[in-house]
């Protein structure tokens, strides 16, 4: 595919070795924005730092001028990118709520803070949820910057696809994902009884972590999420939950994957309701999303996809059309539309 006619540019996004997401969604992007004709690829950190001219001399639109690039940091900011040439953005994931050793600098009093990545000069950040694209931006006009916001909602591409299939058994599989899975154990247990005691005896509840994945110790780290999906791809009912005191910051910012991921594959979901990007996708997901807020709401609403197959089959064909809003290929011209009105801002 040729270059696009107008706002020519190149993407370089750049990832950390030791952080097998970020190298699955720097690769996965890279080849989302080469099927729309930009140059863009992936590049380790590492591997920028050991030859810094690696990123130098970008490639030329044809007039003797080079492209303009964006370079697009993933869960970490590489600091041996930074140079005289370039539009850098950050991309956190979702580093900046919660697993601040990845990232240093980012909390601040206990709440997640970009001021870090802002004054090393990101000139946009992306974000999970509509809550944390406000935070950025209060964060930067704090600091009298103009730091630009992106929503991005969703990047596991390598879910898409993966369907659900009707498994011959003789009851349903209920899943757990979440975050602190090793204290799902109680929510887990008190669902299980809940749903007999309704007369729903052939439900069994399992943990996603208790699905067996054979073949998930041969694979290399930026493909694991394989195994993940196929263990969606098992269940007949997903649930996004979690137990315990999770820093307020996670509730808000975190991006809504594990969600997306099942309605990827054609499941009904119940999801925890506290987390802003939960409710987000809620608003599209009509049928095929329940919230709730503690655990007997849990209950009400497996039970309800428990106790119907056409409501099942119903909230399949609907998840999946829902899932559709953050497919790939939606993604790609998010980022597309998102570097052109970057490079614009410029006067590239």
């Not at 595919?1 to 190149?10: D, V």
């Not at 041996?80 to 601040?100: I, Q």
């Not at 996670?250 to 991921?261: A, I």
Request: hydrophobic share 40%; glycine share 8%.
């Amino acid at each position: 595919t040729g270059k696009i006619a107008t706002g020519n540019f190149s993407v370089v996004f750049i990832g950390q070795s030791d952080l097998p997401s970020s190298i699955i969604r720097g690769r996965e992007a890279a080849v989302l924005l080469r099927r729309l004709g930009i140059e863009a690829h992936f590049i380790p950190c590492a591997d920028v730092c050991r030859t810094p001219a690696a990123l130098s001399g970008p490639s030329s639109n044809g007039r003797g001028s080079p492209l303009p690039v964006v370079f697009v940091h993933i869960k970490k900011f590489c600091t041996c990118a930074l140079g005289p040439f370039g539009t850098h953005v950050y991309d956190p994931v979702d580093a900046g709520t919660y697993r601040s050793s990845w990232v240093p600098s980012v909390y601040a009093d206990g709440k997640a803070s970009y001021k870090h990545m802002l004054q090393l000069g990101a000139e946009a950040i992306f974000s999970g949820t509509s809550a944390m694209k406000a935070h950025i931006l209060d964060e930067s006009a704090h600091l009298g910057m103009h730091t630009k916001g992106i929503l991005l909602p969703h990047h596991h591409s390598n879910f898409h696809g993966r369907v659900h299939k009707l498994v011959e058994r003789s009851g349903l599989l209920v899943g757990f994902a979440g975050d602190r899975t090793k204290d799902l154990a109680g929510p887990k247990k008190h669902l299980q009884e809940c749903l007999v005691a309704r007369g729903l005896k052939n439900v069994t509840v399992r943990r996603m972590s208790n699905l067996q994945c054979d073949w998930e110790s041969a694979l290399e780290p930026s493909r694991r999420g394989d195994c993940f999906a196929m263990r969606m791809a098992l269940l007949d009912i997903g649930i996004v939950w979690t137990e315990g005191a999770l820093n307020e910051a996670v509730f808000e910012q975190k991006p809504p994957q594990r969600l997306v991921n099942f309605l990827s594959v054609g499941i009904p979901v119940v999801a925890h309701a506290k987390y802003a990007g939960h409710r987000e996708v809620a608003k599209h997901a009509g049928t095929c999303t329940a919230l709730a807020s503690n655990l007997d709401e849990l209950c009400d609403g497996v039970a309800s996809f428990a106790a119907s197959a056409e409501k099942r089959r119903e909230a399949a064909r609907e998840a999946l059309l829902v899932a559709a809003t953050f497919s790939p290929d939606s993604i790609a011209k998010l980022y597309l539309k998102e570097f052109r009105s970057l490079l614009a801002s410029r006067g590239q």
